[in-house]
């Protein structure tokens, strides 16, 4: 199975790697936007959606960036927090932030 949480952390391994906690850095940092993700797939899922994650999670094989895009611009028409949108585009380290 895929989602959108799949794709955006894929590399979640890499963000960890140099925590000194990593439980704990996982439980701050990546947990609560995966969560946020996941609420967003269930307040919106369709058909539709799920095709177009099955194809992002293609794309993010080939081309990691060109797939983060993709899912950047279908946040952008659910009209996502600007702040989830932010993270996924993966140009900045996530960081902690409350869990929804």
Request: hydrophobic share 40%.
């Amino acid at each position: 199975m895929t989602d959108f949480a799949s794709i955006v952390f894929s590399d979640e391994g890499e963000i960890l790697k140099n925590k000194l906690d990593p439980d704990k850095s996982y439980d701050q940092i990546i947990r609560p936007w995966k969560s946020r993700l996941c609420l967003i797939y269930i307040k919106h899922q369709s058909f539709v959606l799920d095709l177009q994650i099955i194809v992002l999670t293609i794309i993010s094989f080939i081309s990691k960036q060109s797939a983060l895009f993709l899912i950047t611009k279908i946040l952008i028409k659910l009209r996502v927090d600007e702040k989830v949108i932010d993270v996924c585009k993966r140009k900045n380290e996530p960081y902690a932030y409350p869990p929804p």
